[in-house]
């Protein structure tokens, strides 16, 4: 009888890079986020101030990115909304945007990625490092003070 011992063999996927195309709808004041869309997709808090008179708003800062298989439910029980206030100054709002990814893989690189490039004050994770291959995110639409073409490694 021959023995023969077994090796484990471990397996890594390697992912490559990954170009992800995000076309952000918004913008949603935050007595307006009951409309936020209720789908899967990364989202932007921000500082803002609603124009009444212009029925507008003008966008201040950026304070948080984050994602959720359900993006408006996410935002409606946020622990993280008393520090998103902390930088909403006297006569401000928040508000919000949002950007449509279907694919989970995709959307925690996608948010990684804009974090580490970003860097908004209420975001911890990724600000400084970024756990993914070499990706490119190409951003539409509503995107006020995010940079639109860019590559995290």
């Known amino acids: 009888m021959c023995e023969h011992k077994l090796s484990k063999i ?3 996927e390697k992912m490559s890079h990954k170009t992800i195309t995000i076309n952000f709808d918004g913008y949603w004041r935050d007595v307006n986020k009951n409309s936020i869309p209720n789908k899967s997709g990364i989202y932007c808090v921000y500082e803002c101030t609603h124009n009444r008179d212009k029925e ?15 993006v408006r439910d996410r935002i409606l029980g946020h622990e993280k909304r008393e520090k998103w206030l902390q930088y ?16 989970e893989a995709d959307r925690e690189r996608a ?33 006020t003070l995010l940079h639109n073409n860019y590559t995290v490694e």
């Open 88 to 103: 909403v100054g006297k006569g401000n709002v928040l508000c919000f945007s949002f950007g449509d990814i279907d694919n």
């Open 56 to 70: 507008n708003i003008t966008i201040h800062k950026l304070i948080y990115i984050g994602e959720a298989g359900k």
């Open 111 to 143: 948010e990684a990625a804009v974090i580490n490039k970003e860097k908004p004050p209420v975001n911890e994770e990724y600000k400084n490092n970024f756990p993914f291959d070499s990706t490119t995110i190409k951003l539409t639409g509503e995107i």
């Open 10 to 12: 471990n397996y890594e």
